[in-house]
């Protein structure tokens, strides 16, 4: 059934899109040449049989059809406000829980739209679409903002996202998709558009919205730590696609430097552990390192470099130190 009121909402999200998708680290030649803009519902769905439940939806799966084609999203609203009555809440430090519980449906809101919309919804493959013929200048090639070279490798015809990335591609996707939402839902304007004003020009982090802010980088340190019990240490393998793209940016956020985000614990096993992240440096320290990761994901991506996408993942989203119980 379609919520309406939530519907506007995304429908507006969809509208500032294109003023949007520029605030993203990668240069325009990185870009799809022309944002077709999606239909964005929200749904409260009745029924849903399946062995897992997304929150939201971006579809096809397919990057050369969304690409040439377009896509639509869903939003699941009674699927991501869905929670167990008193369900217990690890990991949050009882200082942070009233803000957490009070705004983690609007903040989850807030990140699933972005996720499906400017994540899944974003990025140009390179490509030689059929032989001799390219979907960008062959014969100067864009500049790649991560070595400042020009690019050597794109996509050959006949060869998609899925037949390149393999085995790897739904997760580097998913994690694609969540930086995106880590550093856009720092946007003032778009949490504008969920609702959330402090009314002044400047971004206040004490302020109401900045608590959404908040929440939504406290609920993705959260799922990061979460995510270790769907990954096997025997075959050193994850079992969940997401889980796996949010443990990488936990470890993202972790390495943001200045104590940005700090997993506190004195008991040896862990059990008292809980997560410390300096608000005040979200939009200093935590959005950049998102970035950096994110730039580096995306431009791989977009160039067809599974080699070194696989390279960086493996380490980005690697279980060691302090994560399999021993030293820190
Ligand atoms: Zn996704």
Redesign the pocket.
Known sequence: MVNKERTAAFQKLVAVAPATIPKLPWPADFEIDEFTPPDFTSLEVLSFASSGIPA?I?IPNYDDIRQDLGFKNVSLGNVLSAKAPNEPIPFIHPEDLEVYQENRDAAFEVQVGI??LL??GTGKLLRETSPGVYNFNHSSPPINPITGKAITTHYKPNETYSSVFGALSSTY??CR?ECVAMALSCDFNILKIFGFDTGKRDFDMNSETGDVLYTSYLSMARAGIVAMELWDPKSQKWGQI?MQARYGILKTFLEAGDGFCVLDYKKEDLSDLTIKLDRSKILSHGRPAVEKVLQKLHIYKCIADVESARKFYDELTGVEGRFLGGES
């Open positions: 939201g971006n996720h499906e994540g899944h996707e998913e998709a997401h």
